[in-house]
């Protein structure tokens, strides 16, 4: 090869196509009980993590830690709701060690405690689901 050529690297993906987004919605899903590290969640596409973080945040406007963060929540609420597994095996599921982060990180992100949450899906209030 001469100084003059360059070799073609392939292209890197300049967005996260709706395909590749359902792909890592379902990584995540998969893997949601444990801990999910940025080289694991930019491995599926596959980039660097610095060019994971920028596409990611560009087509969630989320950085990828408060996406997974928001999906563990999304699914701990709705296991609270659908099913009558404890607090203590949902916090574990969703990939919390202890049912008092899971609980600490729910009400900040829900305004009430998983009990609340429960309790109040039971009485049929629909105002916080």
Not at 43 to 62: D, E, G, N, Q, Y
Not at 93 to 106: C, D, K, L, M
Not at 111 to 126: D, K, N, Y
């Amino acid at each position: 090869m001469h100084l003059n050529e360059r070799k073609q690297l392939p292209a890197l993906p300049r967005a996260l196509s709706e395909g590749r987004m359902r792909e890592l919605d379902e990584f995540i899903r998969m893997r949601m009980g444990s801990t999910l590290t940025l080289g694991e969640l930019a491995a599926t596409l596959p980039v660097s993590r610095f060019h994971f973080c920028r596409i990611f945040k560009r087509a969630t406007s989320m950085t990828p830690h408060a996406y997974v963060n928001e999906q563990r929540m999304q699914e701990g609420r709705r296991l609270l709701v659908e099913t009558g597994q404890t607090i203590s095996a949902i916090s574990r599921r969703v990939g919390y060690r202890t049912q008092a982060h899971f609980a600490a990180r729910f009400r900040r992100r829900w305004g009430v405690t998983p009990s609340e949450c429960r309790a109040l899906s039971r009485m049929g209030s629909h105002s916080f689901l």
